[in-house]
Every structure is written in C-alpha cells, then in structure tokens.
C-alpha cells in the first residue's frame, strides 16, 4: 500500500524531522561531516525507545537473538539488522532519535557465557540441556532462570559476577561509541527484573551521562522496589543521576500501583517521596500491551479496551486484579494518597517503548515481527495464522500463541527538547516533558495556563507566550482564587500513518468527599466536526479502512489537530490532573496485514483494526483551597 508522504512540518509544532534520511553522497564521495543543529528555546519532538534488549538478556538469547547492543543502535540509525529467523529487520519509518538499551541485569550476560566454550559457566550441568535440539529439555533447565527470578534467590553457580560486570561495561561502551549528540542520543540503562510469584514489577532505570555504577542493582539483591529506589538515592550521593520508568503494570495483577508499601502498611509520606524522587515516568503502552486504563476500571470510556493484555510476563497465568495495574487509576489514586500523607507517589509523567527482545523494535503495523526471537517470529507462532493445511474453523492455538496474538506494535517514546543530547533527552525525561505513541511518530503538545488561549500554539509566538505564561506537560499548575485556566493542545499526524481523528482529554479530579473521579473530554474534532454537548463527543467522522487491502481513507481526517479548551465543570477548590489523547483513524492491525500478506482470512479471535493513539504527560491543577 503506498503511504502518505506530507511535505509540510507545521512550524508550530517545531518537530525535529527524525527519522527523514538524507540523499546517499556519490560513490567514491566522503559524505559531509554533518553540522550539529542549534538549539531550539521552543523545543523539538524527539522519538526513542528507552527499553530494549539485545543478546545480553538471559531471556533473548534462549530466544536465539544474538544482536549485540552495538546493531541496536545500528537499527535504531535506520541501519538493517538480521531476526534470529533470519530475515532483514529495517525500520520504513526512518531512524529514531535516541535508544537506551536496557537487557535485564539479572543474569546479564550469563547465557551468551555459558554458549562460549571454554568459559566456566559453560561446565554447569544444565549447559548442553539449555541449548538442546529437544524443546522439553531447554524448557525444563531454562525454568531455572525463571523461578530464580520468581523467588528472588540467585543460582549458586552464578555468585561470581565477573560476566555481569564484563557484559555491564560493554553496554556502557556501547553506548559511548554510538552517541552523536545532535544527530542521535545513546542513554545508558538496565531493567530491574522484580517478578515476586510471576508478577511483574520491573522497571527501567535510565542514567544520565555517559558512566555508570560498577554493577546495577538487580532483583537479585532484593525483589522490592523501595530498596532499588534507596540504591539510586545513594548513587546519586556517589555521582550517578539516575531515574527509574515503571513498565507493564498490566501483568502486575495489581501490584504495581499498590496504596500499600512492601510491608503491607498504608503509605506514608517517606514512602511517597522515595517513590516520587526516583520514579517519574510510567511506560503506557508496549508491545505486551497498553497499561492506561481498563474498561472494567473506566466503563464510561468507549475507547479504554485498546490492546490489553490479561496475562501474567511470561506466562499463561490470567491476571484477575486490574485495580493496581494501570496508569490512569494510579494517578486518581495519587491524588488520594496525596490528600492523606501530603506527598503524590503517582505522578508521573507517560512514555511508550517497546520492550523488544530482538534488539529492533516493531513500532509498525505492516512490518510487524513481535518481540521474541524464534517463539513468534513468524505468522504462525503469534496466532495471526494457522498452521499450514489448518483453517481457523478447525484450529486452536495454543495459550502462547494466543497470549502472543494479544501483543501490539507498540511503542515509542517523545520527548520536547531543545536539541538531541544526553543531556536534553534526560532533562525532558526527568521533567517529564514526554508523550507516548502506540507506535505511529504523531506529534503533540500540550499547555495550561491563565489567559493563554488568546495566543494558540499554532504559531511560535503562541508556543513562547505558553511557556512563558503557562506550564507544559508534566508540571504543576497552580490555581488562583479568581481564574479558570485554559488548556492548549497539539498535534500532528505521522506522514507514514492515518490522518487523526480527534483530541482527548482526560480528567481526574478529588470530589469534595475526597474521592478520585475521572472523565473524559472530547476537545478537537477532525474534518469540522462539532462536539456534543451532553456527550462531549466528536460526531464520527466517517473513515474507514478495508480490511481486505489494508487501505485507509485519505480524504477523512486531519493532517494537524488543535483546540483551546476550558474545563466546562472546573472547580478551583478541587485537585485535578489533565491529560490529553490523540486518536488516529482505523488502521489494519499487523494480525490482519499478517494474514493479507498470506491470502487467508484475519483470526477471528482478533481485532482486524486498531485506533492508533498518543498520550501526553498529565498537567496537575493545584488547589489553593486544598
């Protein structure tokens, strides 16, 4: 299908093109050295993916992935690099902006060890069974690993750390070496694997400059969070900035955004500021599913069913608590706690990523290859086909591949810098001035302030006049006895994706019992549309897709969305928070471009479309009368 190439960037959005590739130099031509960029004072959109792993996470080398951080990075430049399958991996969208490779620090490094003849680790009994042709035999010693990380005890065989350390410092050197700050930003980083009973508890942890802690503190050391959260306080006192990303709270069963501390006892205020100090980023949505919300947790809102995902990292195990588990209820129930001990742990600002295990993120719908090597590198192991001389009417997957085909090509994360460093990336992520994409590089922005709706950010006057009068994603606003804010959101459209179809905005707010509420708020519709004012609903626009060619309308839908908005039921007594939500039209989902590629009929167990979307970071409304 031929895709949409749009010529235009609009200059209100100030977007760094990244991603747009420049003419090849001649043959025999030295290319120019490329001149970095000024900074911009009114910021550009960056695209990056903060948690990826390579060959050096016990989990995709059983895969068979044996890409090296070194050709993660070379993916992530646009470079081409090989599936455990075998096939090419290249991105159509173009290179991103920055990349954290980020391989579990639990066992780092250990399996590619005991693969190497001759390495000690290679003389444990389970070697040979690990790497066996026989898949009971590999299943049966890789549970080891498993249920190291289920009960957070290391394996005795692997008490001395050496190839942890070995494989740490190659990630840091890798990330060194790829660095070119204007053009592409490495950020070094590890995930910290807490899986107490099967329930995921991990989290990202991303360093600010260009050296590390000797080791990383893994899952290893100690299951509960709170403990790596005390490790980055002391490392900062040793010199290492550091910030933690929580990610898939979905399979957390509830855990993840607990009101309780690891004890069991209610939060206090100590608790919320460890938290809040060291934790101020959620990842949103990923390619094992979206953690916004449910629509068991938000009935009221039609489009809360997009890409969930009902199970258990790595397992069959259904998950039966949804409470504990998403974002959105995590910032209601912030707002809560904060009324009780005077500090809010959950407010954190939205990314995506991708969470990939072969070193190259599948962002995209119709270049979709999934996420685990050889387990679901092809239709048919992640259930968007049968097997050959099977049909859907007289084949049942098995519960991974169907956990599998539950998985999505998501996501990204955007952040608004003045120029692509380390150092910007880093200071965006830490002030939480990020959005989130399901996968697509849609731009958007987004502002509060008193007065400022006279002044829209589709101009650069209007971008300066918000900073400079307003406060953007991530930030506080604070209330005044006598104003009403206005809310000013953007977006635009990624030129290798559907036009958008409308502006959201959601809103969670303390009622005068001290109850979370929530809400959600149509602001921007495309094509002219009108909102409802009983529903506070953008009439349907009409945009279709067909299923059968994958080919969506051109003509519905809007290449740039915008709207100043006011919260038609503000109440300056009571804390809120406001995100925004920017919906696509209907696109094929990569289980249906799977299944056209192929001639046969889409599962239909599956969604044949999806809305893909972005999410800013939340603005909070400060109530002076609180």
Not at 250 to 267: A, F, H, I, K, L
Not at 328 to 346: C, F, I, Q
Request: aromatic content about 10%; charged content about 25%; overall charge negative.
């Amino acid at each position: 299908m031929k895709r949409l190439a749009l010529a235009v960037c609009a200059a209100a959005l100030l977007a760094a093109c990244g991603g747009q590739g420049e003419a090849p130099a001649a043959q025999n031509e030295q290319p120019p050295v490329a001149e970095r960029p000024a900074a911009n004072p009114l910021k550009n959109a960056y695209f990056g993916d903060t948690h990826l792993h390579t060959r050096n996470s016990f989990d995709a080398y059983i895969f068979n992935v044996r890409a090296s951080p070194d050709e993660a990075y070379a993916f992530a430049k646009g470079g081409t690099i090989k599936h455990a399958l075998g096939f090419d991996m290249k991105l159509n969208s173009g290179p991103l902006d920055f990349l954290a490779v980020t391989d579990h620090s639990e066992y780092l490094g250990v399996l590619p060890a005991i693969d190497t003849p001759g390495d000690p680790y290679a003389a444990v009994p389970y070697a040979k069974d690990l790497f066996s042709k026989d898949p009971k035999q590999v299943n049966t010693a890789f549970r080891k690993f498993g249920d190291a990380l289920r009960t957070g005890k290391r394996m005795e065989e692997f008490a001395d750390l050496r190839t942890v350390k070995s494989a740490w410092h190659d990630i840091i050197e890798s990330a060194k070496k790829n660095y070119e700050p204007g053009k592409f930003t490495t950020l070094i980083g590890y995930e910290f694997t807490s899986a107490p009973e099967g329930r995921n508890l991990h989290r990202n942890v991303i360093f600010s400059g260009d050296s590390a802690p000797e080791l990383p503190f893994t899952a290893l050391e100690s299951q509960n969070p709170e403990e790596l959260w005390k490790w980055m306080d002391q490392q900062r006192t040793n010199g290492f900035e550091a910030l933690s990303i929580t990610h898939n709270g979905n399979g957390s069963d509830g855990t993840m955004y607990e009101r309780t501390m690891w004890n069991g006892q209610p939060v206090d205020r100590a608790w919320a500021e460890l938290r809040a100090r060291n934790e101020p980023l959620a990842e949103v949505t990923q390619v094992k599913g979206t953690s916004e919300t449910h629509p068991l947790l938000s009935p009221n809102d039609e489009f809360a069913g997009f890409e969930i995902m009902e199970w258990y990292i790595g397992s069959t195990t259904p998950v039966t608590k949804f409470d504990g588990g998403y974002v959105r209820k995590a910032l209601k129930d912030g707002l809560e706690l904060e009324a009780k001990v005077g500090v809010n742990p959950y407010k954190f600002g939205l990314i995506g990523s991708s969470d990939t295990h072969n070193a190259a993120g599948s962002y995209e719908e119709d270049s979709y290859h999934s996420k685990v090597g050889i387990q679901d590198g092809n239709p048919e192991r992640r259930g968007s086909a049968p097997p050959e001389g099977k049909t859907w009417a007289n084949y049942k997957p098995a519960d991974n591949t169907m956990r599998f085909s539950t998985w999505g090509a998501s996501g990204l994360a955007g952040v608004w810098a003045p120029e692509n460093t380390r150092e910007e990336i880093y200071a965006a992520l830490k002030r939480k001035e990020t959005f989130a994409t399901s996968g697509p590089r849609i731009r958007v922005r987004f502002f509060a302030g008193y007065g400022i709706g006279s002044s829209p950010i589709t101009t650069d006057e209007g971008v300066k006049n918000a900073y400079a009068n307003g406060v953007a994603m991530g930030a506080d606003l604070i209330g005044k006895a006598d104003g009403k804010p206005d809310f000013q959101v953007m977006a635009m459209r990624d030129a290798h994706s559907a036009p958008l179809q409308r502006i959201q905005v959601v809103k969670g707010w303390l009622d005068k019992n001290g109850k979370a509420q929530e809400k959600v708020f149509d602001v921007a519709c495309s094509d002219g549309g009108k909102i409802d004012a009983k529903t506070q609903r953008c009439s349907d626009n009409g945009a279709k897709v067909d299923v059968k060619t994958c080919a969506y309308d051109q003509d519905k839908g809007d290449a740039e969305i915008s709207a100043v908005w006011s919260d038609p039921e503000f109440d300056p007594k009571l804390n809120a928070f406001y995100y925004a939500r920017v919906l696509e039209n209907p696109t094929c989902r990569w289980s249906t471009w799977d299944a056209n590629r192929l001639g046969i009929e889409p599962n239909p167990d599956l969604e044949k479309t999806i809305q893909e979307r972005a999410y800013t970071s939340p603005i909070w409304f400060i109530s002076t009368k609180s």
